[in-house]
């Protein structure tokens, strides 16, 4: 079975596969919105599915779903992104989104552009030190 092959242009409403950081995990991200970057280049708000990020406040000791991460372009280059197909975009990023744009246009929220592994392992350090 071959893959569809990866869209040129990201937009909302697309399903990405990406690497994981095992092989336990194939994380999805579905893009549901575009933004233009003030410096140039886009900002897509993503969810993140099909993941296991340690969180410690949660009764299962996991997070499989990030409902709002903002990215940029090269982290789907960095992550061996496939397309999948389209999808409706989830409302559930909707919170996350309102709170990272009002931090975003304080000067004090950006995007990450490195791989969703690492965006993953960042989050989970952030997670834990929450506690």
Not at 37 to 54: Q, W, Y
Not at 86 to 95: I, R, Y
């Amino acid at each position: 079975m071959t893959s569809p092959s990866p869209s040129p242009d990201f937009a909302a409403g697309q399903l990405w596969r990406c690497a994981g950081r095992s092989a336990d995990e194939a994380p999805l991200l579905l893009i549901n919105r575009v933004d233009a970057h003030p410096l140039g280049g886009e900002i897509f708000h993503v969810s993140i599915s099909g993941v296991r990020v340690r969180n410690p406040a949660d009764p299962s000791g996991f997070t499989t779903r990030l409902p709002h991460v903002p990215v940029i372009r090269q982290t789907f280059e960095r992550s061996e992104a496939q397309f999948l197909r389209n999808e409706v975009p989830d409302p559930a990023f909707l919170t996350g989104y309102a709170q990272w744009k009002r931090e975003f246009d304080s000067g004090n929220a950006g995007s990450f552009g490195v791989s969703v592994a690492e965006v993953l392992d960042f989050i989970e350090r952030a997670m834990a030190a929450r506690q």
